[in-house]
């Protein structure tokens, strides 16, 4: 519990304050948010699941909008059923010198059930603007917030993994599943 409350730490100075008294800050539900990678390989595809995920948000009661968001993950928290190709990602990603991947908003528009995200991802000490789609979906006691992205490694100058000396995708996929109790 008490690392989980150092992540936490970490990621509220990244969230500007807001003067509404509406306003507060949700956190994650970590027993049940999710964020996975799906890679491709010419002789297979895989998934990994992270269940370690740390993510806050702004929420604005009165007007039932999300002002900002902040995520952060542990590189090593992700499991893809397999040890051996989790501790090669974990060589392959520098997780010693690299060892968080973070997201924090700058912009977002709500159109319904849906949002875009406009932020920077953080992954493997590079810092790059991206645009998430997510949908949200409201109900009495929780917020549901689900979307996915696609990253390229050679953007965040990852060396792409091999196995038989051919390389995985360039592209993976990234979705996630961000619930908040209201």
């Known amino acids: 519990m008490k690392i989980y409350h150092k992540y936490l730490l970490l990621l509220l100075p990244l969230l500007a304050f807001t003067s509404k008294s509406d306003s507060s800050k949700l956190i994650a539900d970590k027993r049940i948010s999710t964020v996975t990678y799906a890679m491709n390989h010419p002789m297979h595809a895989w998934e990994g699941v992270c ?19 902040a995520v952060s993950i542990k590189v090593d928290a992700f499991n893809s059923g397999n040890a051996n190709r989790d501790s090669h990602a974990m060589e392959v990603l520098e997780s010693l010198k690299f060892p968080k991947v973070t997201f924090v908003s700058s912009k977002i528009k709500s159109l319904s059930d849906m949002l875009t995200v406009e932020g920077n991802l953080n992954f493997h000490g590079i810092s790059k603007p991206i645009t998430i789609v997510a ?8 917020l549901v917030i689900e979307g996915k992205f696609d990253v390229s490694l050679t953007d965040f100058k990852v060396e792409r993994p091999s196995l ?19």
Do not use: C
């Open 51 to 69: 269940k370690d995920v740390n993510s806050v948000i702004v929420y604005d009661k009165a007007t039932k909008t999300i002002q900002q968001v």
């Open 135 to 142: 949908s949200r979906e409201d109900f009495i006691n929780k």
């Open 164 to 182: 038989f000396g051919l390389k995985t995708d360039d592209i993976f996929n990234v979705k996630f599943k961000l619930i908040f109790n209201l």
